[in-house]
């Protein structure tokens, strides 16, 4: 879905006041205290059309917005630190109806979670009272995380209380288009666009295409795939294994290589999630770690004579698995690799299994 911008201005930033004593609120503090580090930073506020039809769309709205500010470098984003904020205006309407009703704007909200959890709130406020036959005030509330309600704040009766009005001091900026122009192609790549090459050229999953470009995988994904890695196998061990992970030390290069040692049955998946672990720590190619671990490819006579003793030495686990029981096969599965310290291809095995019960 769409949802349109009705207006982003710039503001200059003002003193922080915290109000010390009681819930945290002017009206019970026992004393103020105001911060002027901050007064004067610019800041950027975007207002969005009423075009947002329900609370995990509003969340949908501003992690989208969070990760295009965060891409071209305006902000860190970060939500619980202030470097975004959100304020949520919210009004309800009668089913069928396009008629919007009286709105309040939700403040001090600092997370996308309390988001959610402010926006159902507060709407769910509203169909209570017009249920009822009143109507919510226009004002600003606030939004208590503990309580987990909005609580009442400044009236704001009518449009003027927003104080938007035209600064008569200043000229109005006009900028040049051949400067907006460089701006525009200078921006990167946005977050949508870069899901969408995921999706386009590796055929990713669209949700995990997302959680790539949220963690800041998607390039590493794209150069490791030019390099002739298997695209399944490199979406994998991407979305899987660095999840938690600072890929600084990760080269496309090595990643590519790791992710072709186990498609070609160098590694087993075990060993590539061990010896992946490995690069992100050194930074060193997949092979020496490889090495130095002692991971080499099993041979397949090898591993049969492992699987042929796992069989021999539980029979009536292995008549269960030929009667049909394919759950026993995981308690097979594990006994080699018990067997072989972990460095069997479980995939290999499972397949052997399956042979050996077919072929009688």
């Not at 911008?5 to 003002?14: M, N, S, V, W, Y």
């Not at 160098?266 to 930074?283: I, S, Y």
Request: net charge negative.
């Amino acid at each position: 879905s769409v949802v349109g911008i009705e207006r982003a201005h710039l503001e200059e930033d003002t003193g922080k006041s915290t109000h010390i004593g009681g819930g945290g609120r002017i009206h019970d503090a026992e004393y103020s205290l105001v911060d002027y580090n901050r007064a004067g930073v610019p800041l950027l506020e975007i207002v969005s059309r009423p075009d947002i039809r329900s609370a995990e769309q509003a969340r949908a709205y501003v992690e989208e917005l969070q990760a295009i500010v965060v891409a071209i470098g305006a902000s860190d984003g970060r939500l619980e630190e202030g470097s975004m904020r959100v304020d949520a205006n919210v009004s309800v309407r009668p089913v069928g109806s396009d008629e919007l009703r009286t709105r309040c704007e939700i403040k001090n909200v600092n997370s996308l979670r309390s988001l959610v959890k402010a926006i159902d709130h507060e709407a769910a406020r509203h169909v209570d009272l017009w249920s009822h036959g009143e109507a919510p005030r226009q004002e600003t509330r606030h939004w208590d995380e503990a309580a987990g309600r909005t609580t009442p704040g400044r009236s704001k009766e009518e449009a003027e209380a927003y104080r938007y009005f035209t600064e008569p001091d200043l000229v109005p900026v006009e900028p040049d288009p051949a400067w907006i122009e460089s701006i525009r192609a200078s921006l990167p790549a946005l977050p949508a666009a870069r899901r969408a090459r995921l999706v386009d050229d590796l055929a990713a999953d669209p949700a995990d295409a997302a959680l790539l470009v949220q963690r800041g995988l998607d390039q590493l994904v794209a150069d490791a795939a030019a390099e002739g890695a298997p695209a399944d196998r490199l979406l994998t061990r991407a979305v899987h294994n660095l999840a938690d992970a600072d890929p600084a030390a990760l080269t496309a290069p090595h990643l590519a290589q790791l992710v072709s040692m186990e498609a070609d049955g160098a590694l087993t998946a075990t060993q590539a999630k061990q010896v992946l672990a490995d690069m992100v720590e050194t930074g060193r190619p997949p092979a020496d770690l490889a090495a130095e671990r002692g991971f080499e490819a099993m041979e397949s006579g090898d591993l049969e004579a492992i699987v042929d003793t796992a069989i021999a030495d539980n029979p009536d686990d292995w008549a269960k698995f030929c009667d049909g029981e394919d759950k026993v096969m995981g308690f097979f599965v594990g006994q080699v690799m018990k067997a072989t310290q972990g460095n069997a291809d479980g995939k290999a095995v499972s397949a052997l299994l399956r042979e050996k019960r077919s072929s009688g």
